[in-house]
């Protein structure tokens, strides 16, 4: 016992697993960053983005006179000057080979789809005096009916988004388990079941809302261009800029340098990037685009929005039989980057953590005039998990049992993994039971049970009530054959590259593009453990296509257990090209060196030892080295996973709800979530931490709320509520570890898991507190209003009036903010 | 965004004020805090002409007494009105009004005569003003005018206000006796403005509720007071079961929109809940 | 164009700016302060928060002629000007030390107001730094490794060992 002891403590800790400050941060506390909008370059040239104020209309005339001959106004373009070169803004994700997409142009030419669509760009030498001039084009619309209910949008004779097309239907997305041999016939499984329930569920739309605002720059260099944009995926934008505009991939370097938070809102290839790159090269100039927050939320794209039909069989005892789920998903006008895509992704999770026999899933994209809809944290994942864990409640108060007993009692078993699901997918590790008990003790569960119990028999004003979400999640995106099977457009692998530097020092070169997860820090621990160098020796570089040529960029938790791994291997191919330049310089076979800690020695023979930052120094000089191999160490990786990992988790909420106002409250909220292994906790809990807060929004804040007429009237945060510290509870959150199988670091990513578990257990606890008073869903956000309807008139709570507050309205001083105006016609009662 | 361009004055007096407002052409907006009006130009929701800057003004900053009145100054910001002692001994009222309000970046900078000027149906202050029965000076080229806060509130951001005047103080009746009070407000997330909000204070003489004043926020175009209420509190018992039946007619005489966060109808039962929380409050209960 | 004189971060600066230019932007193209920065229209978000005269205030909800003849500090002009790691700002360093921030964002601006709420309240509850930072918004963090942060930020600058409870239950 003490053998061991003493050589854990004389060998240098690992570094993964360490909670090691991050690196990243140094620049982040001292304002000394990067953001797109601090970019100045000489001559450059400010953009504002006229934008459609109607939801549906037809462009019958513009007139951009008066804002060409505004003072400092270089030029005013339309989407006629543009419609020639400007292409479609791509779809990478046709999820069924008869998917209709109309197309989707960076700015309108005839006609407007959706309120805040470019119609006319003003290209000013400065900031204001483009803004100035947009209010001085003159557009004339000839008003079209708007689509925006998703259920009347596929009914009979309803009116068209894209009149050139015969329905709003974009697509039917069909996934029979049945069919595709991994389940059991669906139709016959609820035919034979002893009880099926049956429930209709809003996903509401969201907006990402990231913290800053998008921006880009584009810089010409004779034919060449550089893009700095604050985008998630600057390689994937340098690939597809090229197919959409025709500038050689070779000519275009793109570049994403601090991004301020994107959480799926910034996978995208944006129409105003589009536009500043042609603009940038009709005029020979650097030009400039930032938006304001209004646009963000009105012109970037949004998340969610679907109505799901779930029915559940199962027979009395509660062995589930079936599943069946049916989807309106709303694309929006248009499709973006991966707007079919994301309830296609979601196709596979519908299941959960539950052993079904049976499963069938169809989806309908749905077209609206709305802004479109793309990824958004968890992207088809959320939504999977908010319907499996309401309908389990539903389906446990069906049958009179404990929620929690009818979740053990399908779940898979620790002794399962690996298991193959219904939807075909093979869940590589975990322990359900394991976390759950955990979370329950967290929480301190049978004590607020007593509590709920005590204030029932009182008839106490405020109730309390507990939910439960035990998930899982599809992670590590993606095996490339399996998104070639989904015909996703793109493979799922990443790219990374180690350079040893003549003095020693390590730089990797990563294709996951960071936006404030901490990437230079973990890739530094992984690097530190691989090579044996100090995690302060490793600079970790990203986010230019110049510097790092090749990746596929951060997103789906894909990060450190793709993109982490390609570090991995790309380190282990340096150690063993070190090892032939150690074996020639100790003059010993390559099969007697051992690699520890950074040093090769000879197995024997104390004090043959050789650095590799020695080595690197050798190799650079390169005066002796071994003839048969080149004069480097370096080395580059590329890693497909085969499989995706499977993080998992049990989220408990505790819920206070005010009887009288219909208020809720989160009283205690406690998570214990399996991320397999992790490297960085500190990282991995304020990942978790963000995910809850975002998914506790959606439960109980936001909602992009479209009028009658389409106007988005959540267009500022007045109105958009993303909550603050003083809105939000503490979290008790802890782990389980069971390494991923999938990666040799054992990670199976952790940047959705909290936003994908936490929606349903928010809303089941709100409803367990209520349920005894004939209540039996409520939409979300649960607002007051909703929530007091739901208690005192029954039903989900009903549509929530679509005005904007009345914050605001022009005049004299007072407090914070509020929008809608007659003038921009948001509604609000005046 | 940027606001419109526009010509700035800064005057150093409330006679260069009124000047420079008689001088600002058609459209002048004055800038008290900025704190709702500067948002408003950004969105280019309002473009004045002329801004008329109010915050070199010193005259119209502080809180002082005037024998059974205290005297705010307009430009008297939300942070300095809530560590004020005078208001915290006569007027505590106020000061917890006003510490829901916004942020504390937006206390900093945000005035209590700015507040009451701007005249916001969901502002926290007008209804306290109300509640209060504060009366406010105001300055013109023809010398000053004391108005009743009964009568400053005219409509949905409109006050008594004429074109070229300005509301240089407000005077509120300092309470003798044994009053409690409570500002009762209830919103979705911290930093929004009130759904409705409830001010109430109550005076209490032998267990009895001898006088009670209820100021209602965002249940109408206007600030309203619950007159039902207040009339059935008068000389009832300090009791629960009382002060319930007395907030079931606060809803009586609004006229609350609807908006995402509540349709009228649920404002209306809202303010029962508030009114009989911060009347209990107010009372001691 | 209205003259006027600022100091900022310790630096005199006299210019003429339009009176609709807002403190935000005289900071970020006039001077090249860019370590503070706009995330929305409307007061909400704080991203932009700086200090004038010694209080914290939303340099968007300010015009730039508004503060003539006044002090600004921004996130800028907190630590020791030399700006090496040592000199850091207690509230910069817990920030740091708790994993406070994630893109960063936000993260200027919640350091003013974070640093605007000590001076007021030296040993805040938890309950009083969530609504002492109600202003300020933030995406990344759940918001609770920003308490941490304060509560340590608290500690430090009072003397006395932290207030926060350790670092993470997982850590």
Known sequence: MTVTEDAATLAPAKEVGQPRRRKEDARLITGRTTWTDN???????HLAVVRSPVAHARITGIDVSAAQQAPNVVAVFTGRDLAEEQGSIPCAWPVTPDMVNPGHPSIAVDQVNHVGEAVAIVVGRSKAAATDAVELVDVDYEILPPVLDMEAAVA??????????????????VFDAGEAGTGADTEQAFADAEVVVSRRLVQQRLIPAFMEPRSVVVQPQGDNFTMWSATQIPHVLRVMLAMVTGVPEHKLRIIAPDVGGGFGGKLQVNPEEVLALLLARRLGKPVKWTETRSESLMAAHHGRGQVQFIDIASDREGNVKGLRVRLLADMGAYLRLITPGVPALGAFMFPGIYKFPAYRFECDGVFTNKVPTDAYRGAGRPEATFAIERIMDELAVELGMDPLELRRKNWIQAEEFPFTTVAGLEYDSGDYEQATQKALELLGYDELRAEQQRRRESGDPVQLGIGFSTFTEMCGLAPSRVLGSLSYGAGGWESASIRMLPTGKVEVVTGSTPHGQGHETAWSQLVADQLGVPFEDVEVLHGDTAVSPRGMDTYGSRSLVVGGTAVVKAAEKVVAKARKVAAHLLEASEDDLEFADGKFSVRGTPGATVGIQEIALAVFAAHNYPEDVEPSIDAEATFDPVNFSFPHGTHLCAMEVDTDTGMVKIRKYACVDDVGTVVNPLIVEGQVHGGLAQGIAQALYEEAVYDADGNLTTGSFVDYL?????????FDTANTVHAAPGNPIGAKGVGEAGCIASTPAVVNAALDAVRHLGVSDILMPLTPERVWRAIHQGGDGGDRATAGTNAYGGAQTESTAGVSTPASSLGGDR | ????????????????????????????????????????????????????DLSKVSELRGVREDGDSLVIGAMTTHADVVRDPLIQQ???????????????????????????????????????????????????????????????????????LEEGELLVEIRVPKLTGQWGMRYEKFNRVAQAW?????????????????????????????????????????????????????????????SPSSDLNAQADYREHLVQVLTRRAVSAAAGL | MTSINVRVDG??????????????????????????????DTSNCGACTVHLDGESVKSCTVFAVQADGC??????????????????????????????????????????????????????????????????????????????????AAGEMSGSPAGADTLGAQA
């Open chain 1, 39 to 45: 970019m100045v370059l000489p001559g450059m040239l």
């Open chain 1, 156 to 173: 009979e004779g309803a009116d068209l988004v894209h009149d050139q097309l015969e329905s709003n239907t974009s697509y039917h997305f």
């Open chain 1, 722 to 730: 993303v909550p603050s510290a003083a809105d939000l509870p503490h």
């Open chain 2, 1 to 52: 965004m940027i606001p419109a361009p526009f010509a700035y004055a800064r005057p150093t007096t409330v006679d260069e004020a009124l000047q420079a407002i008689a001088e600002g052409g058609e459209d002048v907006k004055i800038l008290a805090g900025g704190q709702s009006l500067i948002p408003v130009m950004r969105l280019r929701l309002a473009a004045p002409e002329t801004v008329v």
């Open chain 2, 90 to 160: 006569y007027a505590p009222l106020i000061a917890e009004a006003t510490e829901t309000v916004a942020d504390r970046q937006v206390r900093h900078r945000g005035t209590f005569g700015g507040a009451l000027a701007h005249a916001d149906p969901a502002g926290d202050l007008p209804a306290v003003a109300l509640a209060l029965d504060a009366e406010f000076v105001i300055a013109g080229q023809n010398g000053r005018r004391t108005v009743p806060a009964a009568d400053f509130f005219v409509d949905y951001l409109t006050t008594a």
């Open chain 2, 194 to 254: 009130s759904i409705v909000a409830v001010a109430a204070a109550v005076r209490r003489e032998d267990g009895h509720i001898a006088e009670a004043r209820i100021g209602l926020t965002n249940m109408g175009p206007t600030p309203l007071r619950a007159r039902a209420t207040e009339a059935a509190l008068a000389g009832a018992a300090a009791t629960p079961e009382a002060i319930a039946e007395a907030a079931r007619s606060a809803a009586e005489g609004t």
């Open chain 3, 11 to 40: 630096m005199s600066y006299s210019d003429d700016v339009e009176p609709r230019t807002l403190l935000v932007h005289y900071l970020r193209e006039t001077l090249g302060k860019v370590g503070t920065v706009v995330g929305c």
């Open chain 3, 71 to 152: 002090e600004v500090t921004t996130i800028e002009g907190v630590s020791s000007s030399d700006g090496t790691d040592g000199a850091l700002h207690p509230v910069q360093k817990a920030f740091h030390e708790m994993h406070g921030l994630q893109c960063g964002f936000c993260t200027p601006g919640m350091i003013m107001a974070s640093i605007d709420l000590l001076k007021e309240n030296p040993s805040p509850s938890e309950t009083e730094i969530r609504e002492g930072i109600e202003g300020n918004l933030c995406r990344c963090t759940g918001y609770q490794n920003i308490v941490r942060a304060v509560q340590q």
